[in-house]
């Protein structure tokens, strides 16, 4: 120990021991602290640079390493070369052998101030630490010095070395973290048994070198999310250890696993594989009036849109009392009406409160017709038309609540592919829903929408799509982003085209964003979601647990109104008058 502090002084005097006031070796050994202060930056730069690699994969062997790491880098290696600083003033104080040569010595006993006096005496007699806070003598004036300085220098060191941990471990749970600052405090009740005055010389010089550590740990810069998601999977969906097991004619042979669908490349890296529609598809009522059985227990009442997809209806179920939403294709050719049965039977499956909910799929006579819940409210695209942007706190309520009605979707392998301000309805209590899921959406059809509210051009397709390539919970991800984006700043990410083959080129060429708003508190997360590559943008579930923190250090509540209460409409006289029914089918 006492080799490695004469090293580090004769290294410290050399580079920065002038020779004035209060002494070479007092700056020396500042110097010293500062050196040993870039010891813990490097522990945390080297974890900083394997979470490149791993991600949030904190396992028995990463942990270890971790923990290996923040031990020897801020309690091993800082302690031997303090106390070894330390124990070299007194070997030279006391006239024994201290490592440093004849010509270092003998400036040792040079003074450059009265109270100081020599230079050995001063750093190498005296009280340590812990005589001196806890046994003090002389003045109290001079206590008062030594109390604050003991005490003030290192935890200030201890909060630097503190954001240095964090700031490794960024993008994942901070918890790890403790490896580095619970080994700083050890540290230092460690060292109390260094004098106390070459303790505020050395805590001097390493405070500021704790400062400046930051720098190249942050420079660094987190994981990508593609490797965080994959490590948070890999956590998730560990490989089984099955026991070999005998082969036994009692036992039967398990059934091969149902066939899984595979979402495109693009979307590997962003969401977890969802499960077989096909497999697990779980089924829609079909009561009286339903396909397959004779009359029809749906009476319309008024139309609420059409577009090339077909038409939308309010409608009655006169079986239920209820109010629904009749989503009507015209004449679907044979593909289209497997992909609805299909697709309808996964997303009736889905249960979260803000996604809206499928009732049944029956046959019309004039096409096949989507039943789902019919919601009261308004579009966001009208409440950012006529209420104007929303505040980071209602924008951040919108993300969460929207990135979990998405994932929720996506578990069960359906898709949304046309998110955008107005198939988010808010209803009278200020709630978001999502609605008008891609269901056997016709190519091109841009404007239908599931209460009518009619939009325009495709401001808020992902690149990806633009360009042809499949929809992908990537895409979902990059439509949601955009839309709140649209919602702070009342327009598109990458702003509006004259007309819609304009727009969508602008996304097909991936013409990066340029209205993101300015001063929100989600620029940065919105700036990465919105990414030109998917497989470099945060998943839905990175999304939400980052939004939901921030509310959270905001003091509000993720399950909030989105806006302040929508009024609800007066009835209007028309709605009074008797609606027709249909006529009977012949």
Known sequence: MGGLGSALLSLAHSLFGPGIWPGDWVWATSTAGALVALVPAIGALTVAIMRKGTGNRYDSVTLSVFGGIAVVSVLVLPWLLANGVSATFRAVNAGQKSGLSASELSTMDKSYADFIGPQKTYLGDGQNVYETLFYPHGLQISYVYYLVALIALPAGSLLFVMLQAR?????????????????FVILVLVSVSMEANTA????????????LGLIPVALVGPPPWSVIHRSVQEKRDPEPQRPPQQPSQAQPTPPPPPPQRQYPATALAQAPEPPALAAVPGPVPLPPGSRGAGGSRYRRVRQLGAGGFGTVWQAVDTQLNRTVALK?????DRDTEERMQREARALAVVNHPN????????????????VMEYLEGRSLADVVDSQGPLDDIAAGRLWSTMA?????????????????????????????????????RSQGDSKLTATGMMIGTPDFVAPETAMGAPASPASDAWQLAATVSYALSGQPPRGTRETPMAALMAAARAEPVSRLPRNSAHTRILGASLDQ???????????????????????KSPDGPVTQLVPRQPPQPQRTRQVQPPPPRR
Do not use: M, Q
Not at 167 to 178: E, H, I, Q
Not at 200 to 211: A, D, E
Not at 418 to 431: E, F, Q, R, T, Y
């Open 200 to 211: 505020i010389h050395f805590w001097l010089g390493f405070l500021p070198f704790s400062v």
């Open 328 to 332: 009507i294709a015209h004449a679907p």
């Open 355 to 370: 996604c809206v909910k499928v009732y049944d799929l029956v046959e019309e006579p004039d096409g096949l017709a989507l």
């Open 404 to 440: 979990g009605a998405l994932a929720a979707a996506h578990e069960k392998g359906v898709l949304h592919r046309d998110l955008k301000p107005s198939n988010i309805i808010v209803d009278p209590a200020g709630l978001a829903h999502l609605i008008d899921f891609g269901i056997a």
């Open 167 to 183: 700031t490794a471990f960024r993008r994942g749970p901070k918890w790890p973290s403790r490896f580095f600052w619970i080994s």
């Open 533 to 555: 590559e998917p497989r470099r943008r945060p998943t839905l579930t990175a999304v939400r647990r980052e939004v939901e923190g921030w509310l959270a250090r905001a003091g």
